[in-house]
């Protein structure tokens, strides 16, 4: 049994970038299709339950296997689910610096300029904080760009554990900010301030994530649809070997066959750039939009690590992700290189450390949970043509990631113990997650202006497919050092716009926003 279906825009992906896209083109009346190949996360008592959620990884794809760097292939921390992975996501959105968009010297060498400036996304920036509810203080951060409007709501309020941690930080001299958060703690938000929020699916919908903040308020629209439990296979293209004519796929052993005018790529930035070498046809036999070979290339995923400082004192925090450190982004006065960002994480729990300590009793495990203070520390990853996205033959995902800016992320952990040892924590540990860890991925289907170079425009269009988009983290030409999901989100809305205007010729695309578009 088959079926054909035709729309104006069909969209792979219900992550951010899928999302964003999909709201955006929503309030034209252009008919749009949202293809997911996972489910609605049940809402269940197992969404809080760490030993669940961590060790026992309920919520983990079962159904396919990757190799990292050549080893036998094994299941990969991948997240199916209408909202995409932002369904277990930290909640922080915070835009990239404006210095991260153009050229910034590392020790071990550039990263590259992005072919768009910041003014081109601060509109977009300001509308995505205010779809995903975002809180915060802008001006707290030493880093923060320029803005128009300040964040929708005030930030979250700091626990007196953290509260004390801060007075102390600024005693030696850092700036701690208050992190800008995609939760709904405002009056009439859902929020419980609960110790399961970062790394968990949320239960009661107070986390903004893509599902809550972009397909719901897009699926009240009459004019798109969303397609669940559909597995997209291939692109095909038309009769002029150039332009994508279909999108192939399945649901429930159904063959799905989806048509229409423009396309939008949004799966992810290993799972795109796979599709795309899975497609391979008639004069594109390295895959489709890669003429230039740069598809599945330069992967990247933030040098990233989580730090537990553990002192004596149980600090007694539920909440702990409120705040972070953007001090030495772009370096020192001993480290003229950027280092990156040091933030609260969502609070460890005993079962969270049982990969780590498998011979300790649960109870010692959680002992230790209660008396650490957490954080998470992300440097930029330089793009690297060898750190790349393959497919085998019969399809399946090869990562292979080769290891950049590892000094810097040193020195920034190197900082992170100091202060805390200098606030009496005696023992700082601290765990390097590597290439298994891919929550921050981006950059394998770069945008650029020369097509020799990158696989998209400025606009996140194809230069090899007219009628092909890509709006999630692929189209990174840098990783810089922040969490990247606003950054989709804004260019998701700003290619949305493009499309609206090029592709469809309307002139002045809807939005909530006045000045937005």
């Known amino acids: 049994m088959a079926s054909d279906q035709t729309f104006d825009v069909v969209i792979v992906g219900s992550g951010v970038g899928g999302g964003a896209a999909a709201l955006r083109l929503a309030r034209t009346g252009l008919s749009v299709a949202v293809l997911e190949r996972g489910e609605y996360l049940p809402r269940e008592a197992a969404n809080w339950d760490p030993a669940a959620v961590f060790p026992g990884q309920r919520y983990v794809d079962k159904g396919e296997s990757w190799s990292f760097n050549g080893s036998a292939p094994e299941r990969p921390s ?25 050229e910034l010297e590392y020790a071990d060498g550039r990263s590259p300029a992005w072919p768009i400036q910041y ?81 968990f699916p949320c239960k009661v919908d107070a986390k903004s994530d893509a599902e809550i903040a972009l397909i719901r ?29 279909a999108v192939r796929g399945s649901r429930d052993g159904e063959e799905l066959t989806f048509r229409a005018k423009t396309f939008i790529l949004a799966a992810g930035a290993i799972n795109s750039a796979a599709l795309l070498l899975r497609s391979a046809q008639g004069s594109f036999e390295q895959g489709l939009a890669n003429s230039s070979g740069v598809v599945g290339r330069h992967y990247m995923a933030h040098n990233s690590s989580v730090i537990m400082a553990l002192g004596t004192n149980r600090p007694g925090t539920v ?26 994480i969502g609070k460890v729990h005993g079962p969270m450390l049982q990969h780590r300590l498998p011979f300790l009793p649960s109870g010692i495990r959680q002992a230790i949970a209660e008396h650490s203070v957490d954080w998470y520390a992300q440097s930029e990853d330089l793009p690297h043509p060898d750190s790349r996205v393959t497919v085998g033959r019969g399809g399946d995902i090869a990562l292979t990631r080769v290891p950049t800016n590892l ?68 189209f990174f030409p840098s990783s810089a050092g922040v969490n990247p999901s606003l950054t989709i989100a804004a260019q998701a809305m700003r290619a949305a716009d493009h499309i609206i205007r090029t592709d469809f010729g309307v002139a002045r695309p809807i939005s909530s926003m006045a000045g937005a578009a």
């Open 217 to 245: 308020p897009a699926l009240a629209y009459p004019n798109v649809t969303l397609f669940t439990r559909t597995k997209v296979d291939r692109f095909d293209l038309g009769s002029d070997g150039k332009s994508i004519a």
């Open 78 to 102: 991948a997240y199916y689910y209408v909202g995409g992975a932002t369904k277990m996501f930290g909640g922080v959105m915070m835009r990239l610096r404006e210095r991260d968009f153009g």
């Open 407 to 474: 000094g810097a992320h040193r020195e920034l952990i190197k900082r992170t113990k100091r202060f805390m040892h200098a606030m009496g924590f005696p023992i700082v540990l601290v765990e390097g997650l590597g290439i298994k860890t891919t929550s921050h991925q981006c950059g394998t289907i770069r945008m650029g202006k020369n097509p020799g170079s990158a696989a998209l425009d400025p606009f996140c269009r194809s230069f090899d497919h007219p009628n092909l988009f890509v709006t999630d983290g692929a």
């Open 319 to 344: 909440f702990q992700k409120t705040f972070g450190l953007n001090d030495f982004y772009f370096g020192d006065r001993d480290y003229p290189y950027p280092m990156g960002n040091v933030q609260m």
């Open 119 to 199: 003014k081109d996304l601060e509109p977009y920036y300001g509308e995505a904080e205010r779809l995903f509810n975002v809180h915060g203080k802008a001006e707290l951060d030493p880093t923060e760009p320029p803005r128009v409007h300040g964040l929708p709501y005030p930030p979250v309020d700091h626990e007196p554990g953290m509260e004390q941690l801060i007075y102390k930080l600024r005693d030696q001299g850092l700036q701690p900010f208050a992190l800008p958060l995609a939760i709904q703690r405002h009056s009439g938000g859902s929020c419980l301030r609960c110790a399961t929020c970062d790394g």
